[in-house]
């Protein structure tokens, strides 16, 4: 019967420091839990205590880890105690908290109370929604992609609780929190999220950590069972083959850009001031019975033109969508408008005129008529 391996009797500070402040986090933040249970009148007369939370948290945690890490590691220097069991119970009670934490935010998930869109918030602009809305508005899109989310977390989370799955669990987590944690960062949502991506993220990646020699055996020390290609008589041209792949990708990138320029010139929200057609003023009003009394036109480089006729907002099926071609050098402006059937295209030449960086005059024709408008930049 093979014998399993003891812990060294010694360790250094900094992974006994990781693990009594992870451990401190993970035990105090169990015990916060119940105040996101108290009544709305609670947070009414002390929510603005609530932004101090957080630092104190941390701060017990940080004092706490560095406090308890130094006295063990000079006890164990002396040979007063053995350390094996004090890793052992921290490493227990990180993971049991990372398992109640993250699959809280699974369960969460497939309950509905996470990536919940308020109603209200179905009928704003999306250009005055910030990171958080969009962030919730697009996973709460599909329920199924939240379920597969949480199953991956519940399931990673259960893997946790057994030693011999702990790393297992953390290859299945460690990905989906990086992540949550980047999406935390880049879209600006809330801090106690953002802190605990963090902090889990931490957490998993110290048994990542533990058990590196593992991951050196199975991927760095791999032996490929397979004969080797020959390289023939130019040895560099294996290696230059290994290159060719990315440097194909780069290179087909570079040639779709230069052959479909991004027009910048002009691209931007447009309001129409005014608008003339056969010679005659379209009354601003008049969007609501007349698809072509535009009061809107997004010029949007290589994902087209739409010339809108609700000045408060865009709708596809009310509005002429297609593509152009704009020379700044003569002011010529081409728009190729899809026909509601799809199948061909309505032609508008046009030239622009009076053009600054805040407005312009367009002057064209489409089908029988001849259009004229004063726009002026939104944004």
């Keep these: 019967m093979t014998q399993a391996p003891?812990?060294?009797?010694?360790?250094?500070?900094?992974?006994?420091?990781?693990?009594?402040?992870?451990?401190?986090?993970?035990?105090?933040?169990?015990?916060?839990?119940?105040i996101e249970t108290l009544p709305n009148s609670f947070w009414v007369k002390y929510?603005?205590?609530?932004?101090?939370?957080?630092?104190v948290l941390g701060g017990i945690a940080l004092l706490g880890g560095i406090s308890y890490s130094i006295v063990w590691h000079r006890r164990e220097r002396a040979g007063q105690i053995?350390?094996?069991?004090?890793?052992?119970?921290?490493?227990?009670?990180?993971?049991?908290?990372?398992?109640?934490?993250?699959?809280?935010?699974?369960?969460?998930?497939?309950?509905?109370?996470?990536?919940s869109t308020p109603n209200y918030r179905l009928d704003m602009a999306l250009s005055?929604?910030?990171?958080?809305?969009?962030t919730w508005y697009y996973y709460s899109y599909s329920y199924t992609l939240a379920v597969i989310i949480a199953l991956f977390q519940i399931g990673g989370s259960c893997l946790l609780l057994f030693r011999r799955t702990t790393l297992l669990g953390v290859m299945i987590l460690l990905p989906v929190m990086v992540n949550i944690m980047f999406i935390n960062i880049f879209y600006n949502i809330a801090a106690g999220a953002f802190f605990n991506s963090v902090m889990f993220t931490l957490g998993l990646?110290?048994?990542?950590?533990?058990?590196?020699?593992?991951?050196?055996?199975?991927?760095?020390?791999?032996?490929?069972?397979?004969p080797p290609i020959p390289a023939g008589r130019v040895p560099w041209l294996k290696n230059g083959a290994r290159l060719?792949?990315?440097?194909m990708a780069f290179v087909t990138i570079l040639v779709l850009i230069k052959t479909h320029?991004?027009?910048k010139v002009l691209a931007g929200t447009w309001k129409v001031e005014s608008l003339t057609r056969n010679g005659q003023s379209v009354p601003t009003n008049s969007w609501q019975t007349d698809t072509v009394a535009w009061n809107r036109v997004y010029f949007a480089g290589r994902q087209g033109v739409a010339f809108s006729p609700n000045p408060y907002r865009y709708k596809p099926a009310e509005s002429w969508r297609g593509d152009y071609e704009f020379d700044s050098t003569t002011n010529k402006l081409t728009i190729f408008f899809e026909r509601k059937a799809g199948q061909s295209y309505d032609t508008m030449q046009a030239t622009v005129a009076n053009r600054t960086a805040k407005a312009m005059t367009l002057q064209g024709k489409l089908l029988r008529d001849t259009y004229a408008m004063k726009l002026t930049r939104l944004r």
Excluded at 107 to 113: E, L, S, W
Excluded at 128 to 134: E, R, S, T, V
Excluded at 214 to 219: I, V
Aim: glycine share 8%; aromatic share 16%; proline share 5%.
């Design 6 to 34: 003891s812990y060294p009797n010694r360790t250094g500070w900094f992974l006994k420091f990781c693990e009594c402040m992870l451990a401190a986090i993970g035990i105090l933040s169990v015990l916060m839990m119940p």
């Design 47 to 55: 929510g603005q205590y609530g932004q101090y939370i957080l630092p």
């Design 82 to 115: 053995d350390g094996g069991l004090r890793h052992a119970w921290l490493q227990a009670i990180i993971r049991y908290w990372l398992a109640f934490e993250i699959s809280t935010y699974g369960f969460a998930k497939i309950m509905k109370t996470q990536f």
């Design 128 to 134: 005055d929604l910030n990171g958080f809305q969009l």
């Design 205 to 226: 990646m110290l048994f990542l950590f533990l058990d590196i020699d593992k991951l050196k055996r199975a991927f760095l020390d791999l032996v490929d069972r397979l």
């Design 244 to 247: 060719l792949p990315v440097a």
């Design 261 to 263: 320029p991004n027009e």
